[in-house]
């Protein structure tokens, strides 16, 4: 029977590499959050509808590390802002909110109130791409990296 030798060279390294990932994914995805929570944050300050501006200084970034999953996005502490948000009455189909077609309302007849003015959710839209791409691409960096 024939036989044959098998050499590795650097495993230790590889192995090294390996143990220390899980930290420093985590490290990477927790700065990651950070930023781009802010970024929305700018955002969603910049479509504020501004009144008075305590609804603009009102909204800020959060964070919430529990080891196993990272949360992060934005938030306002005002007791209006869902009503800026989503509207107090239908005005509408033309006045409704982007959430509208992806929950599947419906806005049939005309009632009073203030039409919706979507300030968080377009932002939390617009930086959601760049969260989905420079999360892969960071998790290809961790483990690139020696």
């Avoid at 650097?10 to 990477?28: C, E, F, M, Y």
């Avoid at 927790?30 to 501004?50: S, T």
């Avoid at 949360?71 to 409704?96: H, I, L, M, R």
């Avoid at 109130?113 to 892969?136: D, R, S, T």
Wanted: glycine content about 8%; some cysteine; proline content about 4%.
């Amino acid at each position: 029977m024939a036989g044959f030798d098998v050499t590795m060279q650097g495993l230790d390294a590889v192995i090294s590499k390996i143990s220390n990932s899980p930290q420093r994914l985590h490290d990477t995805v927790l700065q990651k959050a950070r930023e781009k929570a802010e970024k929305m944050v700018g955002i969603q300050k910049e479509n504020c509808p501004v009144d008075t501006s305590i609804l603009r200084e009102s909204i800020h970034s959060f964070v919430e590390d529990n080891g196993d999953v990272i949360s992060a996005g934005s938030k306002s502490n005002t007791s209006y802002a869902a009503f800026v948000e989503f509207g107090t009455g239908q005005k509408g189909d033309a006045n409704g909110h982007p959430l509208d077609d992806e929950l599947g309302i419906v806005r049939k007849t005309e009632w009073t109130g203030h039409k919706a003015q979507p300030f968080m959710y377009p932002g939390m839209k617009e930086v959601e791409p760049e969260i989905k791409e420079e999360l892969g691409l960071s998790v290809q960096e961790v483990f690139r990296k020696k």
